[in-house]
C-alpha cells in the first residue's frame, strides 16, 4: 500500500487535529510536509518533503528527498552548549516566509518559534529515545533550503544543523518556484508540518481496522 497519499495524510491530519489546506476554487493552496524516516542519523538525505496542492479537481502531491536530521558534523560539533537542534513533529503555522538563508540565496526561512529536540552527546547518532526530554523552543534558523548548488548532494555533513534541506538542487528550484506561485496569491506565509513516518503507519494501521463483534473488520 502506497503511504504517502493524500488521503492518508488527510486522515493523519484530521486525528492530529492539523489544518489541511484544501481550496477547490483556488490554486496553489500548498501543504508543505516534511516526512522523517525512520532512522537515527544516516547522514543522508533519507526523508522527504511532500508538496500537496489541488489543481481544480485534481489533488497534486510532489516528493522530494531532503533531510529533516542534521548532519553527523553538527552531532558531533553542536554550535549551541544544549546540544544541536532536532526540529520536532508538529505543525507550525504560518511560521516560514520567503527570504534569503543566511543572507545568501532565496528559501524558506523561519520567522515563528520552533520547537526542537537537542542531541547533546557529541556521537553521530540522534537518540530518539531521549532527546524528546530535552525540548527547546525560540528562534533558531531553522530554515527550508538546498544543500549543492549545482547538482546534488550525497551526505548531510554540514548542510544541516537542524535545517530542513533538499538533496537536489533541480528538486529545489521547482520547490521555490511553487512557493513564490503561492505567495502571490495567499502571502509570503507558510505552514510547514513535520510527521514522523512510524506514527503515521500507527494511525494508518489503527484507522484501517475498527473492531466489530466478529473481530477487525476493514473500512
Known sequence: MELLTPKNIKSYFAAKEYKFFDTPNKLLNLNLIGVRRDNQ?????????????????LMVSNRY??????GKYWLKNPTNPKG???????????????GKHQGKYEALVQRKKVK????????????????TLLSDEGYFGINIHRSNPYDQSYVINKWSAG???????????????????SA???GNSFTYTLIDEKDL?????????????IGKEKI
Open 84 to 98: 544541536t537542534a532536532v526540529l520536532a513533529p508538529g505543525q507550525y503555522r504560518g511560521t516560514w516566509q520567503i
Open 41 to 57: 542519523g544516516t547522514n543522508t538525505f533519507d526523508d522527504f518533503l511532500l508538496v500537496m496542492y489541488r489543481e481544480e479537481e
Open 201 to 213: 503507519r500507527k494511525h494508518l494501521n489503527s484507522w484501517l481496522f475498527i473492531d466489530s463483534p
Open 116 to 131: 526542537v529536540w537537542r542531541d547533546n552527546n557529541k556521537d553521530e547518532i540522534i537518540d530518539y529515545n531521549n532527546i
Open 65 to 70: 528527498q531532503i533531510t529533516t536530521d542534521p
Open 163 to 181: 535545517c530542513q534541506v533538499f538533496k537536489k538542487i533541480e528538486d529545489y528550484n521547482k520547490f521555490m518556484q511553487l512557493c513564490n506561485d
Open 184 to 186: 502571490g496569491i495567499y
